[in-house]
């Protein structure tokens, strides 16, 4: 029994070896994570440590930095982003003579998808926002999950996959990185979102656009590939 499972399991292992660890890394973990701050969420109303790091922030404020991050708030929020990410979506769609496309629907349908889920788990969670005392901006609407942390995210993770098998792979996913930190930070700097809100709507992104990808690459093989062609594929 066991040589029949080696015969059979360790081909599998290895040939399907990233898209178990995507399976793992980015889809299982990220939902755990994002399922105990929720069971915290509902159950405590959330976590002593997130006052405690927003009084930190607000300790840090300066009139730049308070400007910078505003200025943040609106590239990174409904005004900006969503024009940013079709632009790139339509040239990806360009890109390769048409092999690019599908990467453009799956970058569109990973920021869409996330900014939709977004809206329906802040119905179902319904947490109020920190104390306007603590908060340079006042905005409307729920807390938990942080809606701009989620689709930025997305959007970051999503521009890894995207260019990962290209030569920009590595730039690419240090500036998803990047700016997904970024964007959660300077909500929970501005006080309009506690850490655990960032927090959640990281994971829950992360979740999203990875089963996504996993999705999608079954339909579309291409995907798996460069958007510019095999002539543009890492080493």
């Known amino acids: 029994m066991f040589d029949r499972v080696?015969?059979?399991?360790l081909p599998f292992v290895?040939?399907?070896?990233?898209s178990l660890l995507l399976l793992l890394?980015?889809?299982?973990?990220?939902?755990?994570?994002f399922t105990?701050?929720?069971?915290?969420?509902?159950?405590e109303g959330g976590f002593a440590w997130d006052q405690a790091v927003l009084?930190?922030?607000?300790?840090?404020?300066?009139?730049?930095?308070?400007?910078a991050a505003e200025v943040l708030a609106q590239v990174a929020g409904v005004k900006v982003l969503p024009f940013v990410t079709l632009a790139i979506a339509w040239l990806l769609g360009q890109a390769g003579r048409g092999q690019g496309r599908p990467h453009g629907w799956f970058l569109l349908t990973g920021v869409l998808g996330a900014t939709a889920l977004n809206v329906a788990a802040k119905l179902?969670?319904?947490?109020?926002?920190?104390?306007e005392l603590v908060a340079v901006l006042t905005e409307p609407g729920f807390s938990f999950p942080s809606g701009h942390a989620m689709a930025n995210a997305a959007f970051g993770f999503a521009m890894a996959l995207v260019f990962w098998r290209s030569r920009a792979g590595w730039p690419v996913a240090v500036f998803g990185l990047c700016w997904a930190v970024l964007v959660g930070t300077s909500r929970n700097y501005l006080g309009v979102h506690y850490p655990s809100d960032v927090l959640a709507g990281v994971t829950?992104?992360?979740a999203w656009v990875a089963g996504l990808y996993m999705l999608m690459a079954r339909?579309?093989?291409?995907?798996?590939g460069s958007p510019a062609g095999p002539r543009d594929t890492r080493e």
């Open 219 to 224: 339909r579309w093989p291409g995907l798996r």
């Open 14 to 18: 290895r040939q399907r070896w990233r």
């Open 204 to 206: 829950a992104s992360t």
């Open 25 to 33: 890394l980015g889809v299982l973990v990220p939902l755990l994570l």
């Open 36 to 43: 105990e701050l929720a069971e915290e969420v509902i159950e």
């Open 124 to 131: 179902v969670f319904q947490r109020p926002r920190p104390d």
């Open 6 to 9: 080696r015969r059979e399991f």
């Open 55 to 67: 009084a930190w922030y607000a300790a840090q404020r300066t009139p730049g930095l308070t400007q």
